[in-house]
């Protein structure tokens, strides 16, 4: 019996295979494979192993890594057996090793020295199995070692080893180009070998090539389309022939070729017309084969420069495959279809019936394709149908991985070809509705742009009723539940901004709504925050207007518990909104302007206008700012930290009973002498020294503290001063310094700020924040030393939290940012950030719910140069113009192809499924049938063999092939 | 090119796995528990492709036939035509059927080795090296006896020396590069 000659295993072996296809569960699989594993672990240390069995043992490590265990032990014997003479073990131990190892395994270089030997060998069987093994097992750094020998063999008087020397260049070239670069040349040579075979495998590695640079293989247009036809006029022998088919894989793959030759090449293109034409005749349109090589026919049409005879055969073909009872013809049909429209956008219009049946097919894959076909070929008249149907899908399918391209496939045509604001709006909801976790962020904020900016006109009246048709769909949606968190935050941004604008609603209406949106995800703090910002702008807004503000009771809970919020920017936003409703018509106007998100914020990055503040507080005897470059890093702020730390613990639960020396130990020693500069890399962001000096001058300025710290930290630093700081690292050795000097005793939102920042260039930072005050009061004791500890962090958190308002009050206009930036948490900077967000297109990180997260992001983009911005307003500028121009186009009258398509939509829904039941049997091995007394000989055998199959019917292929 | 092969049966057991991308054992135990839920999924009368970016990375398809109690499944990339691909599985199933004679899911498991081996005859480095399955049988035939008999160095004859002899087809390529 033929299975057994040459491959033949032991009882044990088959007693393993039998006992694990007999396994009821993966419980039992897995404790027969373990065993398994223990016994070979035994056994193949044994010494004089005979040769046949350590083969064996390979064989059945490979079995058991295939059933997902760990065989790495055996590793070892594997690669052993490739020094074995015997082709069979040879050939075995290369088989494993492929299977085992990667490519930049540890194991690998005690290969290569075998490698190099086989590929030399006499035997071309060797030769091969060496190949074999070279294509998977040699990495970039010993293609070198084998690659002379390699290029040897594509001389070997033998075709297989010459193809398969193609195939190992081809293998190094797809790994690391630059190392065969120069032996581009034997592909184009080796395309003129004698052996058909050997020219189809060199067609490989040029078609990766002419996919990187056509251009240079412009010459080879000639040869490729003789070698072509050629085959398609059965030059080959017959053995090339695939079922009545003159070698096909090979006419497929000259034919991608080609098409990416001819691709933007008239010249090219003329050459190749006559023999696709043939080819086009010829083929055999009966066979699976037949019609892969027509369907590779036709991607070359569609990719070559257009000839309209051969438009038309494709057509034919087309509709052919769209009309076929086979779902994979349909699916080839659908996809072809797509390639051609491109050229020929008009020949989609024959097909529309069959598009639709395919849309209404039971086979997913078919439906996704001719989705993918849909996307290709929206217009602005039939957008809304074909987003419609892409939703509608979307919402019934499960994977995550496909709902998230279609969603954002949606949004992308809904973008692009919206007819109307209004339709867009409703779009975008059911989008976000039921993907809305899935989509990009980004696509929030281009949705918040536009509802703020309007399409760009000056039309105000459309603007507005753009806005109050998104403030009323989304007071309907709101109170659903399990929306998700981006479509919230677009919910409360909108409802904050314009809830009130058109006098509908009143104040009361909307703030009640946005209490509810913070109460109903009261876990998500991002949500909670725009629910509290928009309300701050509601009342805002309505003071602004000379209306007396009535805070609902459910409204001021809410506050009142966000101000004990665990979250800073929570608590931040909460006493904002209490400060800003205490202020005055005017103010509030200056702070929070009406509907003016899309207006630039101008930031005074000198703080020019603290410069009185600064010369009286300097009359009154402050300590002088000093300039970061004067200022040498001192203290590493990891130590501090780590310090804080230590402190932490020691303020809670100490369990070690020697721990405590520590915390008295003076802190200003040990950290300067433990400080290593490389702990200072983490924070080398450029932009960061200049923020710093800014945030840094303003306490300074206040400071009011005493000197005999300061010249005592001095004294520290001269005598530990280090020279060794190198520049990158000076950022954040200025900051620490800042905070020595003036961190103890001065203001109290320096060292806040500065330990915030700090905070921001870790990625933990959120987790962070929530425990800041802590940290701050540590700092704070940290600085002051043991005495003042107890003193310092209440007045310490009094002040942070009062520091906002004045700041606010005392700013004029859009200054106030920058003087909130002061503050610990600019709540002030959070509002107003958005806008810069929303127009920043250049920068999809930024996106406005992280910058409610993370305030010194905001930071940095309020204190970037305002070129970016502008450059940033300038591409949002051209984008709603070039939207524009397509909202222009929708307005007109549909074309008459468009409502042809549309039609079919609406009236052909229930032709769905014309053709169930349709199998996808394959022609070509009929002549075949099963065999049963072969079949059962065979059982009998193996039921001998002690095996029992592990599946009823003994004739497992009865339908092979039938 | 070619990703990956993959054969397991109805059950979801793998029969045999060959992955031209190398891939750690986990990973390669996660894709099959993965193929095997989208192949289960699928109904009876559908095509016999599917897209599976979501399994396998970007721009990555595969194509399965369904035989008695076995699933083939072929993983490839957009440089590969899917119903050639259909096509390879066939070459591979006719070899393996007149290797075995009425090929089973039994054949392949007590043959895992000689499978690989006409495997790799006819898949060669995520590349198609072959796809004549009688050219696949004369080679693996030709490995077994070879193998069978411990001598390596033993000078084979000619055997298929008639492919070489066939006419040379690309001589007009040729005089080109002179």
């Known amino acids: 019996m033929g299975s057994q000659g040459g491959f033949g295993n032991s009882k044990e072996f088959l007693d393993l295979v039998k006992s694990i296809g007999e396994a009821r569960s993966k419980a039992e699989e897995d404790r027969i494979v373990l065993h398994e594993i223990e016994t070979l672990k035994r056994r193949i240390v044994e010494p004089d192993i005979p040769k046949r069995k350590m083969k064996e043992f390979i064989i059945r490590l490979v079995y058991v890594e295939m059933l997902g265990h760990d065989a790495s032990f055996g590793y070892i014997h594997a690669v052993k057996m490739t020094h074995d003479d015997s082709l069979l073990l040879k050939r075995t131990g290369y088989l494993a090793v492929t299977l085992f190892l990667n490519e930049d395994h540890d194991l690998i270089i005690l290969i290569v020295n075998t490698i190099q030997k086989d590929l030399k060998s006499d035997n071309y069987l060797v030769v091969c199995a060496a190949l074999n093994a070279v294509c998977k097992l040699i990495?970039?750094?010993?293609?070198?070692?084998?690659?002379?020998?390699?290029?040897?063999?594509?001389?070997?008087?033998?075709?297989?080893?010459?193809?398969?020397?193609?195939?190992a260049l081809h293998r190094f070239y797809q790994r690391s180009?630059?190392?065969?670069?120069?032996?581009?040349?034997?592909?184009?040579?080796?395309?003129?070998?004698?052996?058909?075979?050997?020219?189809?495998?060199t067609l490989c590695p040029l078609f990766d090539l002419i996919a990187v640079d056509a251009n240079s293989y412009k010459d080879l247009v000639i040869s490729f389309v003789s070698i072509l036809k050629q085959v398609a006029e059965r030059r080959l022998p017959k053995t090339y022939d695939y079922h009545q088919m003159p070698a096909p894989f090979?006419?497929?793959?000259?034919?991608?070729?080609?098409?990416?030759?001819?691709?933007?090449?008239?010249?090219?293109?003329?050459?190749?017309?006559?023999?696709?034409?043939d080819i086009f005749r010829k083929c055999d349109s009966t066979s699976n084969i037949g019609n892969a090589v027509l369907y590779e026919c036709i991607c070359c049409v569609s990719s070559i420069y257009p000839n309209p005879k051969l438009l038309e055969a494709a057509a034919d073909v087309i509709s052919r495959f769209l009309k076929s009872d086979s779902h994979n013809l349909k699916y080839m049909g659908i996809d072809a279809l797509s390639r051609l429209i491109k050229i020929s956008p008009e020949i989609a219009e024959q097909h529309q019936l069959a598009v639709i049946d395919c849309l209404e097919d039971p086979d997913d894959t078919l439906k996704r394709k001719t989705f993918e076909l849909l996307y290709r070929m929206t217009k602005s008249s039939n957008v809304e149908v074909i987003v419609d149907r892409m939703i509608d899908y979307m919402i019934s399918i499960n994977d995550n991985h496909y709902k998230t391209e279609i969603a954002s496939r949606c949004v992308e045509l809904a973008e692009q070809f919206a007819p109307s604001n209004h339709w867009?709006?409703?779009?975008?909801?059911?989008?976000?509705?039921?993907?809305?976790?899935?989509?990009?962020?980004?696509?929030?904020?281009?949705?918040?742009?536009?509802i703020a900016e309007g399409f760009g006109e000056d039309d105000d009246t459309a603007d507005c009723q753009l806005r109050s048709s998104a403030v009323e769909s989304y007071l309907r949606i709101i109170g659903e539940p399990k929306l998700p968190s981006a479509f919230l935050q677009v919910i409360c941004w909108v409802l904050g901004e314009y809830g009130t604008a058109g006098g509908k609603y009143s104040a009361s209406y909307i703030t009640g709504k946005l209490c509810d949106v913070a109460e109903a995800h009261s876990s998500n703090d991002t949500v909670k925050a725009y629910a509290v910002t928009a309300l701050m702008k509601v009342y805002a807004f309505e003071i602004a207007a000379g209306r007396k503000v009535d805070m609902l009771p459910e409204c001021q809970s809410l506050i009142e518990e966000l101000s004990a919020s665990h979250s800073t920017d929570l608590q931040q936003r909460a006493y904002e909104l209490q400060a800003v409703v205490t202020l005055d018509a005017h103010a509030v106007e200056i702070i929070m302007p009406s509907d003016a998100s899309c207006e630039d914020i101008e930031v005074d990055k000198n703080l020019s206008f603290l410069d009185s503040y600064v010369e009286r507080s300097l009359e009154q005897g402050a300590q002088p700012y000093i300039p970061e470059n004067e200022r040498s890093g001192m203290i590493n702020i990891s130590n501090f930290r780590s310090q804080d730390q230590h402190d932490t613990s020691t303020h809670t639960l100490r369990f070690e009973a020697y721990e405590l020396p520590k915390t008295s130990a003076p802190p200003r020693i040990s950290p300067v002498s433990l400080a290593p500069s490389t702990e200072l890399v983490p924070v080398p962001e450029p932009s960061y020294p200049v923020e710093m000096h800014h945030v840094a001058s303003v306490p300074s300025v206040s400071d009011t503290g005493s000197t005999e710290l300061r010249l005592r930290l001095d004294g520290v630093q001269k005598k530990w001063g280090r020279p060794t700081y190198s520049s990158p690292a000076s950022s954040s050795s200025d900051s620490t310094s800042h905070k020595a000097v003036n961190g103890v005793t001065q203001s109290d939102v320096s060292s806040t700020s500065t330990s915030r920042t700090r905070d921001s260039s870790y990625d933990s930072r959120s987790a962070q924040a929530e425990i800041s005050s802590e940290k701050k009061k540590l700092a704070a004791s940290l600085f002051g030393g043991p005495s003042k500890t107890e003193k310092r962090p209440s007045s310490t958190s009094h002040k942070v939290a009062r520091s906002t308002s004045p700041a606010v009050e005392k700013s004029q206009g859009p200054k106030a940012v920058a003087s909130s930036t002061t503050g610990v948490v600019s709540e002030k900077a959070a509002p107003l950030q958005q806008p810069p967000d929303l127009l920043d297109l250049g920068e999809p990180t930024v996106t406005s719910s992280a910058s409610s997260v993370d305030p010194f992001k905001q930071l940095e983009g309020l204190l970037d140069p305002t070129q970016a911005t502008s450059a940033a307003n300038h591409g949002a500028v051209d984008n709603t113009k070039a939207a524009d121009i397509m909202s222009m186009y929708s307005e007109f009258p549909p074309s008459g192809q468009s409502s042809v398509i549309a039609n079919p939509f609406t009236t052909n829904a229930g032709d769905a499924n014309l053709i169930p039941g349709?199998?996808?049997?394959?022609?070509?091995?009929?002549?075949?049938?099963?065999?049963?007394?072969?079949?059962?000989?065979?059982?009998?055998?193996?039921?001998?063999?002690?095996?029992?199959?592990?599946?009823?019917?003994?004739?497992?292929?009865?339908?092979?092939?039938g | 090119m070619i990703r990956a092969v993959i054969v397991m049966n109805t059950q979801g057991k793998p029969r045999l796995t060959k992955f031209y991308d190398y891939m750690p054992p986990e990973k390669q135990q996660?894709?099959?528990?993965?193929?095997?839920?989208?192949l289960c999924s699928r109904a009876e009368n559908v095509s016999n492709f599917v897209e599976a970016d979501s399994v396998f990375g970007p721009d990555t398809r595969l194509v399965y036939k369904h035989y008695a109690?076995?699933?083939?499944?072929?993983?490839?990339?957009?440089?590969?035509?899917?119903?050639?691909?259909?096509?390879?599985?066939?070459?591979?199933?006719?070899?393996?059927?007149?290797?075995?004679?009425?090929?089973?899911e039994l054949d392949i498991v007590f043959n895992y080795s000689k499978l690989h081996t006409i495997l790799d005859e006819i898949i060669f480095g995520g590349q198609v090296l072959e796809t004549s399955s009688a050219e696949v049988m004369k080679a693996?035939?030709?490995?077994?006896?070879?193998?069978?008999?411990?001598?390596?160095?033993w000078k084979q004859p000619q055997i298929l020396s008639h492919l070489s002899l066939s006419p040379f087809l690309v001589g007009e390529v040729d005089s080109m590069h002179e």
């Open chain 1, 424 to 450: 867009f709006i409703q779009t975008m909801n059911k989008v976000f509705e039921h993907a809305g976790d899935l989509v990009n962020i980004k696509v929030a904020d281009n949705l918040m742009r536009l």
């Open chain 1, 918 to 961: 349709l199998s996808t049997t394959n022609k070509t091995g009929h002549a075949k049938g099963p065999n049963p007394r072969d079949a059962l000989e065979k059982d009998a055998l193996v039921r001998q063999m002690g095996v029992t199959p592990m599946s009823q019917n003994p004739n497992l292929f009865k339908d092979l092939l």
């Open chain 2, 140 to 153: 693996v035939e030709e490995i077994s006896r070879l193998s069978l008999s411990l001598c390596f160095c």
């Open chain 1, 177 to 201: 180009p630059s190392s065969v670069t120069h032996l581009v040349s034997n592909f184009r040579k080796k395309l003129c070998d004698n052996d058909p075979g050997v020219m189809g495998a």
């Open chain 2, 69 to 104: 109690t076995l699933y083939f499944v072929f993983v490839f990339d957009s440089s590969e035509n899917e119903l050639a691909m259909l096509d390879l599985i066939q070459v591979l199933v006719e070899t393996l059927d007149k290797c075995f004679k009425n090929v089973c």
């Open chain 1, 139 to 167: 990495n970039e750094e010993t293609i070198p070692a084998v690659l002379p020998q390699v290029v040897e063999l594509l001389g070997h008087s033998k075709e297989a080893v010459r193809k398969k020397a193609i195939m």
């Open chain 2, 30 to 38: 996660e894709l099959i528990r993965r193929v095997f839920g989208v």
């Open chain 1, 250 to 277: 090979i006419q497929i793959r000259l034919l991608k070729i080609l098409a990416l030759l001819g691709s933007g090449d008239r010249q090219a293109s003329e050459n190749m017309y006559t023999v696709v034409g």
